[in-house]
């Protein structure tokens, strides 16, 4: 059995690319889907009956979440640090990290909205933004 003291100490000293990227590794290993709220990961439970639920048709729905990734930082990195930390309420550091990686994740599971808004806001200061 895991040192469960232990891992907890190395989930606390990850920075915020290192858990999305472990965030990554576990909902491809697992087979869930993480959602953020209020600042923490809850993982959505695989739907009961396996691949029996996964065969039958759904419904095509609407999208109502959605996914701010940034594509390319520009020429202005500083202040596209700042428009992400506005959008975010990321600390210095980690608005950095953020910006400094490839592709990188700046809001998941946010409403159409909340979505746009933060695309004018970064894309304002030159940096391309995809949403999806």
Not at 16 to 38: D, F, N, P, Q, R
Not at 62 to 71: A, G, K, M, R, S
Not at 83 to 95: H, M
């Amino acid at each position: 059995m895991a040192d469960l003291n232990r891992l907890v100490d190395e989930l606390s000293a990850l920075t915020i690319l290192e858990a999305s990227e472990l965030k990554k590794l576990l909902e491809e290993k697992w087979g869930v889907t993480a959602a953020s709220g209020g600042g923490m990961m809850m993982m959505a439970a695989p739907a009961a009956g396996g691949a029996a639920a996964a065969a039958a048709p759904e419904p095509v729905e609407e999208q109502t979440e959605f996914n701010v990734i940034l594509d390319d930082v520009g020429p202005k990195k500083i202040n596209v640090i700042k428009a992400v930390r506005q959008v975010t309420n990321l600390g210095l550091k980690e608005a950095k990290d953020l910006v400094e990686a490839e592709k990188p994740l700046v809001l998941e599971a946010v409403s159409k909205d909340k979505a746009n808004e933060a695309k004018t806001i970064i894309e304002a200061e030159g940096a391309k933004i995809v949403i999806k």
